[in-house]
């Protein structure tokens, strides 16, 4: 049985324009965190690269804010701690769970919960704060995708309240932010592996500039993609979208 972490505050609101926005308000304002902060409904969700994140009632939309005081290039590497997390919650509740590079989580290779990470970078260096926001298709998916969706109710499965997923979520989140924060990306690094769809396959990388086609051979030590490429050559890969 999943208990909520010790150290970690809750917000639950009904309505807000988005979880990060929140976040990135109360940041401003001067909280501290570690704070979770929840809504019952999204009006102005968004996805990585401005996309917009559809969220229903009856599908969590949730976003951590911390101050991890660490180089804001490392808690990039949160991105990977918060899809285990989200893995670990649904895979209590549906099979054949894989994680997409870098941040998207499958069910039976279809999208069924996705990240987005927000920074602000203090004048050390380091992140002044950090939003994980991470929303999950527990009731309801958009049909209109560039990748497949689904959620926990389309696979035949009972739906777990967004209440009872946030709990699952947070807890599994703060153990391996734990990990992260006493060993490093290595065993973040590791369990990620474990779940990565695609590795050792053909893949088609699209970058700002170019797309890429190669064989999915690895993640680095900083979480980049290691692209095969033909004549054995491999490319680190930071930023970019993958398909199958």
């Known amino acids: 049985m999943s ?31 570690p704070l979770w902060i929840t809504a019952a ?36 590497q949160l991105s990977f701690v918060a899809a285990l997390a989200a893995a670990d919650m649904l895979a209590r509740r549906v099979p054949s769970i894989t994680l997409k590079w870098p941040n998207d989580v499958l069910a039976s290779g279809k999208k069924i919960a996705g990240i987005l990470l927000e920074s602000e970078t203090a004048a050390d260096g380091t992140a002044a704060w950090l939003a994980i926001g991470i929303g999950v298709n527990l009731k ?28 699952d979520l947070a807890d599994a989140f703060a153990t391996w932010y734990e990990a992260w924060r006493e060993a490093g990306f290595q065993p973040i690094r590791d369990g990620w592996l474990s779940r990565a769809h695609g590795l050792g396959l053909r893949i088609r990388v699209r970058l700002a500039r170019e797309e890429l086609s190669g064989v999915f051979r690895d993640i680095d030590d ?19 979208e993958v398909f199958f």
């Not at 990585?48 to 976003?63: C, H, I, K, M, Y």
């Not at 290691?226 to 490319?235: A, E, I, N, S, Y």
């Open 140 to 167: 309801a998916f958009p049909a209109e995708t560039d990748l497949p969706a689904t959620s926990v109710a389309e696979l035949g499965h009972p739906a777990p309240s967004p209440q009872d997923a946030l709990l």
């Open 3 to 33: 208990t909520w972490p010790v150290g970690y505050r809750l917000v639950a609101l009904e309505e807000v324009d988005s979880t990060n926005e929140e976040a990135r308000r109360r940041a401003a304002a001067g909280e501290p965190g």
């Open 222 to 240: 900083a979480g980049a993609l290691v692209l095969g490429l033909p004549g054995g050559v491999t490319r680190k890969i930071s930023a970019g």
């Open 41 to 76: 409904r999204q009006v102005k969700g968004r996805g990585r690269r401005g996309r917009e994140w559809v969220a229903p009632a009856g599908n969590l939309s949730a976003t951590l804010l911390i101050r991890p005081a660490r180089p804001a290039a490392d808690c990039a």
